[in-house]
């Protein structure tokens, strides 16, 4: 059977760089298809990375990894009606996760991969994929290539899935159309968020990494907001549920302009950028792998967010890692149909475990309370404690008991959402 490559890689993202990188490793002649002119051109943003994956996919390289600073910092704050909740943890000893910029972390990634044998072709748009005599021929813009595996790693719009029809997201979708979204029955818009990030030219006050998670600055959009700080700048961002954009008339944009403004933070933007980002619960996740096909990273579905770690990077990097050594053992055995080898290496790995883990609590940020009742409920609360009248002060338990009731809202709903989070 004559084909180009042992495995055509489609994105050069973290997982497909990643997965890259291992199979080149393993033996195996790899080719990433990247449609940016370089990895990371379409990455313009912050972050946040968990860097354990990427410490056993470098090695010792990972030294030379350009990330920013080390995220020792964790802040929540909740606005709500003029008011400002804020809860603060620092550990100046913890390192296990930093600020980075993916722009220029992706390019550095994607030159170790050339360094270790990975042919990358850029600027190459993927147009079809299709089977043919039990091998896989990715058509592009720059010709086809034949292989017997190929590894999706193409962002959360997954395009190779839909190439292969596994994907319920119809192929004439035309994002930029929101308010048609409703009238497509392919199309699930309380799987997707839209994550909107901005770099703004301005040098944090300490040099410790900080990390927010805001809410209340998205209007009546359900959604969070997220600062990370750079060592010469910031990240800020929003993710906001598409289901609620799709009932609203005001521009992502807009909201943006707003939620900058409302965080005090000014300086000049040096970066935009708008994506989808995959919102799915545990037990709806896509699949993961066809006849000659694995699937990784954001095109999998693998965001997690627990309320307190919201992780996407080490997830992307260890399931392109997963694959690269999945791809060892399917080109060996020559059974290219047999890509579950990848979902039980998958099943053995914190990937889907922790996916599972954040699966209850996940299911909080579908609801309308998390967003507007509960902040209100924590600031109307911490106002009342810390107000003094002449009235007789409140106990606690019983200050918590009128603001359930005021919302309307019942004690077992309370108590199941707690029991959620625990």
Request: glycine share 8%.
């Amino acid at each position: 059977m004559d084909y180009d490559v042992d495995v055509a890689i489609v994105g050069g993202g973290l997982s497909g760089i990643s997965a890259a990188i291992i199979a080149a490793k393993n033996g195996l002649s790899v080719i990433v298809l990247e449609r940016g002119e370089y990895s990371g051109s379409k990455n313009v943003s912050g972050g946040r990375m968990y860097i354990h994956s990427l410490k056993r996919l470098m090695g010792n390289k990972f030294k030379d990894a350009p990330l920013e600073l080390p995220i020792k910092k964790e802040t929540f704050e909740i606005y709500n009606k003029g008011r400002k909740t804020t809860f603060s943890f620092e550990n100046k000893e913890k390192e296990d996760s930093y600020s980075i910029l993916r722009s220029k972390f992706d390019r550095w990634l994607a030159s170790e991969a050339e360094n270790n044998g990975v042919t990358i072709s850029y600027s190459t748009l993927v147009t079809n994929v299709r089977r043919e005599n039990g091998i896989m021929v990715v058509e592009s813009n720059r010709g086809d290539i034949r292989t017997p595996l190929v590894i999706e790693s193409d962002g959360a719009a997954s395009f190779v899935s839909r190439y292969m029809g596994l994907s319920k997201l119809d192929m004439n979708y035309k994002m930029e159309n929101i308010k048609n979204i409703s009238k497509n029955d392919n199309f699930i818009p309380k799987n997707f968020m839209l994550g909107i990030k901005e770099i703004i030219d301005k040098k944090p006050e300490n040099e410790m990494g900080e990390a927010k998670t805001v809410l209340g600055l998205s209007g009546d959009i359900k959604g969070g907001g997220f600062v990370y700080t750079n060592k010469d700048s910031y990240s800020i961002g929003l993710t906001l549920k598409i289901d609620s954009i799709e009932t609203n008339d005001i521009k992502s944009y807009d909201i943006m302009e707003d939620y900058r403004e409302k965080l005090g933070i000014d300086g000049k933007i040096l970066e935009y950028s708008a994506h989808l980002i995959p919102f799915y619960k545990y037990d709806y996740l896509p699949k993961r792998y066809d006849d000659n096909l694995i699937v990784t990273g954001d095109a999998a579905g693998f965001l997690l967010n627990d309320g307190f770690t919201i992780r996407g990077m080490d997830l992307a990097i260890e399931s392109g890692m997963i694959a690269g050594n999945a791809a060892k053992k399917i080109i060996d055995s020559k059974d290219y149909s047999d890509t579950y080898i990848y979902e039980k290496m998958l099943e053995d790995s914190f990937v889907l475990k922790d996916l599972k883990t954040a699966s209850r609590i996940s299911s909080l940020f579908g609801n309308e309370r998390t967003f507007n009742v509960y902040p209100s409920m924590i600031s109307n609360l911490i106002d009342t404690m810390f107000t003094v009248t002449d009235n007789p002060r409140k106990n606690i338990k019983y200050a918590l008991m009128d603001e359930i009731k005021n919302n309307n809202i019942s004690y077992f709903t309370v108590i199941n959402d707690l029991l959620k989070v625990i």
